[in-house]
């Protein structure tokens, strides 16, 4: 399928609970996207992630700002990382 894969948190890692997630490791690279407009001013882009248990070599992102890439990780563990990059 073409869709982005989505499900309860502890399909993909016990860590989560019942938290709604996307996969990173999915079958082929997928693309989350969104449009927003914005006051001039300093943000902070807040996110949480980890990796698949079982699937960690391949739980990769990366994290784009205006076709910038700000962050790209491959997870070492499935522990839940938060991130906050100014933007």
Do not use: C
């Not at 994290?63 to 499935?78: G, P």
Request: proline share 1%; no cysteine; aromatic share 10%.
């Amino acid at each position: 399928s073409d869709e982005i894969e989505r499900g309860q948190g502890t399909v993909y890692n016990a860590n989560w609970g019942n938290t709604m997630v996307v996969e990173l490791d999915g079958y082929h690279n997928d693309i989350l996207k969104q449009t927003i407009s914005l006051e001039s001013g300093q943000y902070v882009l807040s996110f949480r992630w980890a990796g698949r248990t079982g699937s960690l070599a391949t739980s990769a992102m990366s994290v784009y700002w205006n076709n910038q890439k700000i962050f790209e990780v491959t997870a070492k563990d499935n522990t839940i990382h938060t991130e906050n990059l100014p933007i």
